[in-house]
């Protein structure tokens, strides 16, 4: 069964700071990986996806993660951190079982301090 | 439209009470989702529908829970008989396709509290 790990369920940091939040998949199939953000009371928005084209996969709001099977990593980073990036991230794969149900892990609240 | 639409907003129900959840895909989307967001933050998934046909109900606790999704209408999920750990805000998500790397838009969910 396709699971997702999402080390450290609080992260905090100060603004214009490296934020880098963890992901770590389980799947016995090449994995599609997503990460999306839901801002206070929101919906999720979607990040960026991994889908096997490249390993470095680029999203909005200057965000990136980078695929590392070795890892069985999906890592989201984002270089400068903003107060508007103050929000939960969730990591999700694919099911692979042909139903594309989104398994998600259990999210990371991130903070932005000034 | 160009967004997930899901109404109402907020729903409050008396524990044993019926609650029902809406959510319009968006316009040529053809594959529907339902999730469910418990208090500490753990999305589960309910059931998906392709048109009016559900796909995958494997999440569905069928004794209480229901949804349809007919042609012209939104698709609805309802919970007979809620109880207090119904509390949760369902999300619904809409797809063009279910190819497995296809995005998921999400409507802003319903945050449902049994009292």
């Known amino acids: 069964a396709q699971s997702v790990t999402q080390l450290g369920s609080h992260v905090s940091v100060s603004e214009g700071a490296l934020v880098l939040l963890r992901c770590n998949y389980s799947s016995s199939v090449p994995p599609y990986l997503f990460w999306y953000v839901q801002y206070p009371n929101q919906g999720l928005q979607l990040l960026l996806k991994y889908t096997s084209a490249a390993t470095l996969v680029k999203g909005i709001n200057g965000f990136e993660a980078e695929f590392k099977k070795s890892e069985t990593s999906f890592h989201l980073t984002k270089p400068s951190a903003h107060m508007s990036d103050a929000a939960e991230y969730f990591c999700a794969v694919s099911d692979s079982g042909g139903y594309n149900k989104l398994i998600f892990g259990a999210g990371t609240r991130l903070a932005v301090h000034p | 439209g160009e967004e997930v639409a899901q109404t109402p907003k907020h729903l409050v129900r008396g524990e044993g009470q019926k609650a029902k959840l809406y959510c319009a895909p968006i316009k040529g989307h053809s594959y529907v989702f339902w999730y469910q967001q418990v208090l500490k933050n753990e999305f589960k998934f309910l059931i998906s529908f392709q048109n009016e046909n559900v796909f995958d109900e494997t999440g569905m606790p069928k004794e209480r829970f229901s949804a349809k999704c007919l042609p012209n209408s939104p698709c609805s999920l309802e919970i007979q008989a809620t109880k207090l750990e119904d509390s949760a805000v369902y999300f619904c998500?809409?797809?063009?396709?279910?190819?497995?790397?296809?995005?998921?838009?999400f409507g802003p969910g319903t945050r449902l509290l049994v009292l």
């Open positions: 998500a809409s797809s063009q396709s279910m190819a497995a790397q296809e995005t998921q838009y």
